[in-house]
């Protein structure tokens, strides 16, 4: 999820487990302990593009991190914090940690939860950003927070933040359920063979669903309102994968498309190759988009090896977004 998302959720579970005894210190360490798994990210500075995907919510969104790293920083904040407590302090950073990748699993990307074991946990039932997870979590959050640390109200706001988020959660695997069935229906009505299909939330929201469906030569994606009153529009994006020849064989291609989980197209321009990673799908949902979320140009340098470059996004894409998933959201 977001940095704002996963700094609430810090600070509510820092809270629930030292908010009575230390106040709004809780909230902050839970805080900055929800951003630390996400330190991976600058692992880009010092790798190649692959490897950067590779290592991104890895080790630091485990088990095992969470389990080593929580007393080695509970270690360090009793030498600066009065609260001398090691086993409380472990134990928000633990619930901090933790948390965080339970949460981001929830998402497109995922999470390897049980790192080392080539799992990636990702149930897809919300998207990277929903203000109606974050919203109300933060502001009772905040109710919380202006309460005295030995208030029965502080306790209630910030445990009523945690249910109502976490039955959201919940909601929004029944919805993807629903919309799963839809899309399988409409597939059967369209009489479209295929051989597998996955669904994920359209940007912002759970009311618009999106399937990305493989058939024999092609990804379909399609998108369904619970609002819809007419038959799901699916476009096709042919594979392309043999235009990748002999690169196909190639080390670094191989696990570019393990980790796009064999979700992707090619498309080749005035002699350029570019890999499309489909799980994240298009900066617009009108019919045949094709740009991408995750474009990557394929160069080859002077001995033949391949590396991947990252297509710079369009800034105004993500406004014209809005303005299309609110019409289409309203079954328009």
Do not use: C
């Not at 389990?67 to 090691?86: G, N, Q, R």
């Not at 990804?219 to 799901?232: E, M, T, V, W």
Request: aromatic letters at 14%; a positive charge.
């Amino acid at each position: 999820m977001d940095s704002l998302t996963q700094i609430v959720l810090g600070a509510a579970v820092g809270e629930a487990v030292l908010g009575k005894k230390i106040g709004n210190k809780a909230m902050l360490y839970g805080a900055i302990a929800g951003t630390i798994p996400d330190l991976d990210v600058l692992s880009s500075f010092f790798t190649d593009k692959v490897t950067a995907l590779e290592i991104h919510r890895g080790f630091t969104h485990s088990i095992l991190f969470s389990i080593v790293f929580a007393p080695i920083f509970a270690f360090i904040v009793t030498k600066l914090e009065k609260y001398k407590s090691k086993k409380d302090w472990s134990w928000l950073f633990f619930w901090a940690f933790i948390t965080h990748p339970i949460l981001d699993a929830q998402t497109t990307w995922g999470t390897q939860l049980f790192w080392p074991l080539d799992i990636r946990l990702a149930f897809k039932n919300v998207f990277v950003i929903d203000p109606l997870y974050t919203i109300p979590f933060l502001v009772l959050l905040i109710l919380a927070m202006r309460q005295k640390k030995e208030s029965t109200k502080r306790r209630y706001y910030n445990n009523l933040g945690l249910i109502i988020s976490s039955s959201y959660l919940f909601i929004t695997l029944i919805l993807k359920g629903i919309s799963y069935q839809t899309f399988i229906k409409e597939l059967n009505k369209q009489n479209i063979s295929y051989k597998e299909i996955e669904t994920k939330p359209s940007p912002l929201n759970t009311l618009l669903w999106t399937a990305n469906v493989e058939t024999e030569n092609a990804f379909l994606i399609g998108h369904s309102s619970f609002f819809d009153k007419n038959s799901i529009q699916f476009s096709s994006y042919p594979k392309n994968h043999h235009l990748l020849g002999n690169l196909a064989n190639h080390e670094k291609v191989k696990r570019m498309i393990a980790i796009s989980k064999g979700w992707y197209t090619i498309n080749q321009k005035k002699d350029i190759l570019y890999f499309n990673d489909l799980r994240f799908g298009t900066l617009s949902i009108k019919p045949n988009a094709d740009n991408f979320v995750f474009k990557y140009k394929i160069e080859i340098d002077k001995n033949g090896n391949p590396y991947f470059i990252e297509e710079v996004k369009d800034k105004k894409a993500g406004g014209k977004l809005l303005l299309e998933l609110w019409t289409r959201i309203k079954g328009k």
